[in-house]
Structures are given as structure tokens and as C-alpha cells.
């Protein structure tokens, strides 16, 4: 079963730390993995993009990497700030086409307190 | 600037009532989808849309339905809504065809739909 699971649940850290948000897939076969940022009332918006060939993507102050192998992803964020408070959501897509072919985790909420 | 943008941004409604959501996207996308997020579960998709008179049922369409008559528009029916259907809904538009799923997919700001 295609599956995508993010831990831990929620998060929280004092501004300025890093920290490193986790997860682990089933799709397969596998065509790219993406992770969202969603502030609270608002949409995800895309953060990184990682196809099967790439094992780390940087934007900013957020890297991510791909263990394809392992099936594994984690996104870290450096030096914290206030503003990366929101909920982080990994979405793997499948190498067929189509929009059934999305697989959704249900996030990390992370807080960042001064 | 291109967007996509949903209305209302809130809404209660009764158990039973015809409700509609809009979403309308400036960005000249193709593909169209609606989600619904709740507690515990990953963004879901209801419907969705690869072109104009195109629709496709999603992995929770029950009780949904959509329609395409434009590029820019895809409203969410909810033919008589439930308690169930309480949740948080975004509209998403992607470019390329046939469900563009290797592009970025851009959310509006969703709608939090309460059924009572």
C-alpha cells in the first residue's frame, strides 16, 4: 500500500536551533518527492523538489534530502525563525500520470518560540 | 499577479443544504483540483479537472461534484451537505496536461466549511 509518513507529529523549538523533520514512503514506483510549507490559514506552498536521481535540495535556510533506497526524506531548517512556524507536509508522487497519483503525509507542526 | 483564490473563506451551513465553493485561478492552469484536509489525514483529493468540460472523480467524491465550463473556474458542490463534510478545502491549479503532477501545484487559501 502507497503510503507516506511524517514524524515526528509535532515539534517544538526555541529561535535560532535547527532541526530536522522525517519522512518515510511506500510509493513505488517513485517519481519525485516535494515538501510544502502551509502557514495556519493558508495553502501549502512548495519548498523543495526531489527527483529519484537527486539526494539534497537547498532553499534557504531548509535543505532536504532523498535516500531513494532507504525510501527516506528529511527536510532540516537552520538557524530558526520565528516565521517558520507552520505545518510541513512531504507529498510523493508516483512515476504514472495522473492526479490519483499523489500521496499526501499529514505533516509536522512545527513551532519556533523566542 | 497570477493567483488562485477561494470564496467564502468561511462558511456554516445546515445539514442538508446545497453548498457551493468557489475557487478561480488567474495563472491560465489546466489542471485543476479540490482536497480536503482533516485532522489525522493527508490532503485528500475530491475532484478534479485536466481541462475545460473535463472532470474526474478523486479519492473521497461522495456527496461532491464539479464542474468546468472555463479555465479559470472549478466550484465544489456539496449536493447535501453532512457532518461529515465539516473540514478545511483547498482548490489547487498545476500547469502541463493530464494532471501535470511533475509541476508544482499552487493552493488558494482554502475554505473552512462547518456542517451542523
Known amino acids: 500500500k502507497n503510503q507516506v509518513e511524517q514524524s515526528p507529529q509535532s515539534l517544538i523549538i526555541l529561535e535560532g536551533k535547527n532541526c530536522t523533520l522525517q519522512?518515510?514512503?511506500?510509493?513505488?514506483?517513485?517519481?519525485?518527492l516535494r515538501w510544502y510549507k502551509q502557514d495556519t490559514g493558508r495553502g501549502p506552498v512548495s519548498l523543495t523538489i526531489?527527483?529519484?536521481?537527486?539526494n539534497t535540495k537547498s532553499n534557504g535556510r531548509y535543505t532536504a534530502t532523498l535516500d531513494a533506497d532507504t525510501k527516506q526524506s528529511s527536510l532540516h531548517i537552520t538557524a530558526s525563525q520565528l516565521s517558520d512556524s507552520a505545518s510541513y507536509i512531504c507529498?510523493?508522487?508516483?512515476?504514472?500520470?495522473?492526479?490519483?497519483?499523489?500521496?499526501f503525509g499529514t505533516g509536522t507542526r512545527l513551532t519556533v518560540i523566542p | 499577479d497570477a493567483e488562485i483564490t477561494q470564496s467564502p473563506r468561511h462558511k456554516i451551513t445546515e445539514t442538508g443544504r446545497q453548498v457551493t465553493l468557489a475557487c478561480h485561478q488567474t495563472?491560465?492552469?489546466?489542471?485543476m483540483f479540490w482536497y480536503r484536509q482533516d485532522l489525522g489525514h493527508g490532503l485528500r483529493l475530491i475532484h478534479y479537472?485536466?481541462?475545460?468540460?473535463?472532470?474526474n472523480k478523486g479519492e473521497v467524491s461522495d456527496g461532491y461534484s464539479v464542474s468546468r465550463s472555463n479555465t479559470e473556474d472549478l466550484p465544489l458542490t456539496l449536493e447535501s451537505a453532512a457532518s461529515s463534510q465539516t473540514s478545511v478545502y483547498f482548490c489547487?491549479?498545476?500547469?502541463?496536461?493530464?494532471?501535470?503532477?511533475?509541476?508544482?501545484?499552487?493552493f488558494g487559501p482554502g475554505t473552512r466549511l462547518t456542517v451542523t
Open positions: 489547487a491549479s498545476s500547469p502541463g496536461t493530464s494532471g501535470g503532477s511533475h509541476y508544482e501545484q499552487y
Open positions: 519522512c518515510n514512503y511506500t510509493v513505488s514506483p517513485f517519481s519525485n
Open positions: 526531489m527527483t529519484f536521481s537527486e
Open positions: 507529498v510523493v508522487t508516483l512515476v504514472m500520470p495522473g492526479a490519483n497519483n499523489l500521496f
Open positions: 495563472w491560465n492552469h489546466n489542471n
Open positions: 479537472s485536466y481541462g475545460v468540460q473535463d472532470t
